[in-house]
C-alpha cells in the first residue's frame, strides 16, 4: 500500500512521492506506464530491459577501506575505495535520486533465521529495481513492516545515472560501491538488477563470519527423511536447476549460511537462468514464471506474448526472478538440519573431470578453496564464451574475508556434522570446449538422486590418476560408459594430455594458498609429472 507520508529525509532524500512495499501489482502499471520495454508475457511475467549492461560488472565493485578494516580479502575481489571518493559516489547518487518525480523503497530482511537476518532498505527509481528486490528480498508481512524501524543496511540504486569517470578509483561509467562504515552501498551507472542481489551477499559474507555463521554461494534442498543437500557452484553449473527438484523441499537456488543450528536461506526468492528454458527439462522453473516474476532481458512474440527462451540476440544472460513460493515444494521458512551431502556442482570446459567423484575431507577443501568450473557466457560483461577459471569457494567474487576463513569454517562444520563431499561434472564429456558435449540433464539428476539416496556410498570405485579422486564404477540411471572420462574420449592419449594440463592449472592456481594450508591439503590435489620441454 502507498504511504505518502513516508519519509526518506533520514537518507538526505526530499522527494515527497515515496512508493514503500507496493504490491507487485504497482510495480506492474507504473513499469509499464514508465518503464521503455516493460511488456507482460501471456503467462502474467513482467519482462524488462536492464540496458547497455546485462550482467554484473566485477571490476567497478569497490569496497570502501576504512581504519581497522584489515581483515579484508583486498585485492582484485575487494577492490579498495578511499572515503572521500565514496562520498563523491554516494552524494552523486542521491542528489539523482532526488531529482525523481517518485521513488520506490522495498524493506526486507537478508537472512531467515531471526537471529541473523538483517534489515535491508532498497530506494530506486526503477519499478523493475522494487519488483526484483520485492522478489529477492525476504517480505515483511504487515506487523513486521510496521516495526520496521531505521534499516540494518541501505542500497541507494541510481543505476540510471552514470559515475564520473574523471572520479579517482573509477574504470568506467558504472560503481557499484559498499561502505561497511555506514552501512550503505552506491550503484552508478548500470541498472542490472543483479548488483544488488549480490551486493548484500558481500554484506552477509562478511557480517556473518564474525558471528560464526558460515555464509555460503550454494543452492540447497531436503528430502522427506530431512537429509539436507548443499550444491556449491558458480553460475551455470546446475545450483538452481538441480536444487528445484520435485520431490525433495527447496531451502534455497544461491545464497545460504550454516549456523550451529543447521542452514537457512538468505534470501526470499529464486534468480534463474532462462536460457533454452524448457517445460520437460525444467518444469518447477518454468511453471514459476507467471504474474509476479520479472524476466530480464528476454525476447517475446509482440503479438502472441510468449517468451522465445531460445532468443539471446539480447543476452545470453537471461533471467527469471520469483518469490520462492512459487516453487511448489519450498520449504517456508526457508531452514533446515545440518547438511549430510555436499555436493561441488563444475562446469569442467577441458571435459576430463567424471560426471560424479568422492571427496575425502582433504580433497574437499582442496576443491572448495580451488573452486574450479567455467565462467558462461553472458553472466559477466565481457564473457562471450565459456572460459577455464578457478574462483574461490566457487564464489570468489561475493567473499569479503579472504578465502581461508571460508575454507576454515566449512572444514569444521563438515568435521562436526559428518557430511559428506562429491564433486559432479555438469560441464563437458568426451572431448573439450568445440569437440565435447555437455553431460546431459537426465544423468546428473540420476547421480544426485544417487547421492541423496546413498547409493554411491559403497559402490566400486577406481581412483583417478591424475586428480585422486575415487570415481563410482557404477550408478543408478546412468551409462557406466560415461563415468570414467577417459573412456568417452576417441583419442585417450589426448585425454591423459588433457588431464594433465588441468591438473597443472589446478597446482598453480593452489601455489597462493599453500602458505595458509595444510600439508594434508595441499597433497590433496592433482599428482602430475613435469615435463620441462624446451
Given at each position: 500500500m502507498?504511504?505518502?507520508?513516508?519519509?526518506?529525509?533520514?537518507?538526505?532524500?526530499?522527494v515527497?512521492?515515496i512508493?514503500?512495499?507496493?504490491?507487485p501489482?504497482?510495480?506492474?502499471e507504473?513499469?509499464?506506464?514508465?518503464?521503455?520495454g516493460?511488456?507482460?508475457?501471456?503467462t502474467?511475467?513482467?519482462?524488462?530491459?536492464?540496458?547497455?549492461?546485462?550482467?554484473?560488472?566485477?571490476?567497478d565493485?569497490?569496497?570502501?577501506?576504512?581504519?581497522?578494516?584489515?581483515?579484508?580479502?583486498?585485492?582484485?575481489?575487494?577492490?579498495p575505495?578511499?572515503e572521500?571518493?565514496?562520498?563523491?559516489?554516494?552524494r552523486?547518487?542521491?542528489?539523482?535520486?532526488?531529482?525523481?518525480?517518485?521513488?520506490?523503497?522495498?524493506?526486507g530482511?537478508?537472512?531467515w533465521d531471526?537471529?541473523?537476518?538483517?534489515?535491508?532498505?532498497?530506494?530506486?527509481?526503477r519499478?523493475?529495481?522494487?519488483?526484483?528486490?520485492?522478489?529477492?528480498?525476504?517480505?515483511p508481512d504487515?506487523?513486521?513492516l510496521a516495526?520496521f524501524?531505521?534499516p540494518?543496511?541501505?542500497?541507494?540504486?541510481?543505476g540510471?545515472?552514470?559515475?564520473?569517470?574523471?572520479?579517482?578509483?573509477?574504470?568506467?561509467?558504472?560503481?557499484?560501491?559498499?561502505n561497511?562504515?555506514?552501512n550503505?552501498?552506491?550503484?552508478?551507472?548500470?541498472?542490472?538488477?543483479?548488483?544488488?542481489?549480490?551486493g548484500?551477499?558481500?554484506?552477509?559474507?562478511?557480517?556473518?563470519?564474525?558471528?560464526?555463521?558460515?555464509?555460503?554461494?550454494?543452492?540447497?534442498?531436503?528430502g522427506?527423511?530431512k537429509?539436507?543437500?548443499?550444491?556449491?557452484?558458480?553460475?551455470?553449473?546446475g545450483?538452481?536447476t538441480?536444487?528445484?527438484?520435485?520431490?525433495?523441499?527447496?531451502?534455497?537456488?544461491?545464497?545460504?549460511?550454516?549456523?550451529?543450528?543447521?542452514?537457512?536461506?538468505?534470501?526470499?526468492?529464486?534468480?534463474?537462468?532462462?536460457?533454452?528454458?524448457t517445460?520437460?527439462?525444467e518444469?518447477?522453473?518454468?511453471?514459476?514464471?507467471?504474474?509476479?516474476?520479472v524476466?530480464?532481458?528476454?525476447?517475446?512474440?509482440?503479438d502472441?506474448?510468449?517468451?522465445?527462451?531460445?532468443?539471446v540476440?539480447i543476452?545470453?544472460?537471461?533471467?527469471?526472478?520469483?518469490?520462492?513460493e512459487?516453487?511448489?515444494?519450498?520449504?517456508?521458512?526457508?531452514?533446515?538440519?545440518?547438511?549430510?551431502?555436499?555436493?561441488?556442482?563444475?562446469y569442467?570446459?577441458?571435459?576430463?573431470?567424471?560426471?560424479?567423484?568422492?571427496?575425502?575431507?582433504?580433497q574437499?577443501?582442496?576443491?572448495?578453496?580451488?573452486?574450479?568450473?567455467?565462467?558462461?557466457?553472458?553472466?559477466?560483461?565481457?564473457v562471450?564464451?565459456?572460459?577455464?577459471?578457478?574462483?574461490?569457494?566457487?564464489?570468489?567474487?561475493?567473499?569479503?574475508?579472504?578465502?581461508?576463513?571460508?575454507?576454515?569454517m566449512?572444514?569444521?562444520k563438515?568435521?562436526?556434522?559428518?557430511?559428506?563431499?562429491?564433486?559432479?561434472?555438469?560441464?563437458?564429456t568426451?572431448?573439450?570446449?568445440?569437440?565435447g558435449?555437455?553431460?546431459?540433464?537426465k544423468?546428473t539428476?540420476?547421480?544426485?538422486?544417487?547421492?541423496?539416496?546413498?547409493?554411491?556410498?559403497?559402490?566400486?570405485?577406481?581412483?583417478?590418476?591424475?586428480?585422486?579422486?575415487?570415481?563410482?564404477?557404477?550408478?543408478?540411471?546412468?551409462?557406466?560408459?560415461?563415468?570414467?572420462?577417459r573412456?568417452?574420449?576417441?583419442?585417450?592419449?589426448?585425454y591423459?594430455?588433457?588431464a594433465?594440463?588441468?591438473?597443472?592449472l589446478?597446482?598453480?592456481?593452489?601455489?597462493?594458498?599453500?602458505?595458509?594450508?595444510?600439508?594434508?591439503i595441499?597433497?590433496?590435489?592433482?599428482k602430475i609429472?613435469?615435463?620441462?620441454?624446451?
Amino acid at each position: 500500500m502507498e504511504k505518502q507520508e513516508f519519509s526518506l529525509a533520514q537518507h538526505e532524500i526530499t522527494v515527497k512521492n515515496i512508493i514503500r512495499n507496493p504490491a507487485p501489482g504497482r510495480f506492474y502499471e507504473d513499469a509499464v506506464k514508465y518503464d521503455p520495454g516493460s511488456v507482460i508475457t501471456d503467462t502474467g511475467a513482467l519482462v524488462v530491459r536492464s540496458g547497455k549492461r546485462t550482467g554484473r560488472s566485477p571490476a567497478d565493485k569497490r569496497v570502501v577501506k576504512t581504519e581497522g578494516m584489515d581483515d579484508i580479502w583486498w585485492g582484485k575481489v575487494n577492490i579498495p575505495l578511499d572515503e572521500h571518493t565514496y562520498k563523491i559516489n554516494h552524494r552523486r547518487a542521491v542528489d539523482y535520486l532526488n531529482t525523481r518525480e517518485r521513488l520506490y523503497v522495498v524493506d526486507g530482511f537478508a537472512g531467515w533465521d531471526p537471529k541473523y537476518r538483517l534489515k535491508v532498505r532498497i530506494i530506486a527509481e526503477r519499478p523493475y529495481h522494487g519488483l526484483f528486490m520485492h522478489n529477492m528480498l525476504i517480505r515483511p508481512d504487515r506487523e513486521e513492516l510496521a516495526n520496521f524501524g531505521e534499516p540494518d543496511f541501505v542500497v541507494f540504486n541510481a543505476g540510471k545515472f552514470p559515475a564520473n569517470t574523471f572520479t579517482a578509483g573509477m574504470t568506467s561509467d558504472a560503481s557499484v560501491d559498499v561502505n561497511f562504515k555506514t552501512n550503505t552501498m552506491a550503484i552508478l551507472g548500470t541498472e542490472y538488477a543483479g548488483e544488488m542481489k549480490k551486493g548484500i551477499f558481500s554484506v552477509m559474507n562478511y557480517l556473518m563470519p564474525k558471528k560464526d555463521v558460515l555464509s555460503m554461494h550454494c543452492s540447497a534442498n531436503e528430502g522427506d527423511d530431512k537429509d539436507v543437500a548443499l550444491f556449491f557452484g558458480l553460475s551455470g553449473t546446475g545450483k538452481t536447476t538441480l536444487s528445484a527438484d520435485s520431490s525433495r523441499k527447496l531451502i534455497g537456488d544461491d545464497e545460504h549460511c550454516w549456523s550451529s543450528d543447521g542452514v537457512f536461506n538468505i534470501e526470499g526468492g529464486c534468480y534463474a537462468k532462462a536460457i533454452g528454458l524448457t517445460e520437460e527439462q525444467e518444469p518447477e522453473i518454468y511453471s514459476a514464471i507467471r504474474y509476479g516474476t520479472v524476466l530480464e532481458n528476454v525476447v517475446l512474440d509482440p503479438d502472441t506474448r510468449v517468451v522465445d527462451y531460445d532468443d539471446v540476440s539480447i543476452t545470453q544472460n537471461t533471467r527469471a526472478s520469483y518469490p520462492i513460493e512459487y516453487i511448489p515444494n519450498a520449504k517456508i521458512p526457508c531452514e533446515a538440519g545440518h547438511p549430510n551431502n555436499i555436493i561441488f556442482l563444475t562446469y569442467d570446459a577441458f571435459g576430463v573431470l567424471p560426471p560424479v567423484s568422492r571427496l575425502t575431507p582433504e580433497q574437499a577443501m582442496y576443491h572448495f578453496i580451488s573452486g574450479y568450473t567455467a565462467k558462461v557466457a553472458g553472466t559477466e560483461v565481457g564473457v562471450d564464451e565459456p572460459e577455464a577459471t578457478f574462483s574461490a569457494c566457487f564464489g570468489a567474487a561475493f567473499l569479503v574475508w579472504p578465502p581461508s576463513r571460508y575454507a576454515e569454517m566449512l572444514a569444521d562444520k563438515m568435521r562436526k556434522h559428518g557430511s559428506k563431499a562429491w564433486l559432479v561434472n555438469t560441464g563437458l564429456t568426451g572431448g573439450p570446449y568445440g569437440t565435447g558435449k555437455r553431460m546431459d540433464l537426465k544423468s546428473t539428476r540420476a547421480i544426485i538422486d544417487a547421492i541423496h539416496q546413498g547409493k554411491l556410498d559403497s559402490v566400486d570405485t577406481v581412483v583417478d590418476e591424475v586428480f585422486g579422486v575415487k570415481i563410482p564404477k557404477s550408478c543408478p540411471g546412468v551409462s557406466p560408459e560415461i563415468l570414467i572420462p577417459r573412456k568417452t574420449w576417441s583419442n585417450q592419449g589426448a585425454y591423459d594430455a588433457q588431464a594433465r594440463k588441468l591438473g597443472s592449472l589446478f597446482i598453480k592456481n593452489f601455489e597462493k594458498y599453500k602458505e595458509e594450508s595444510s600439508i594434508e591439503i595441499v597433497n590433496a590435489g592433482p599428482k602430475i609429472e613435469v615435463k620441462e620441454t624446451a
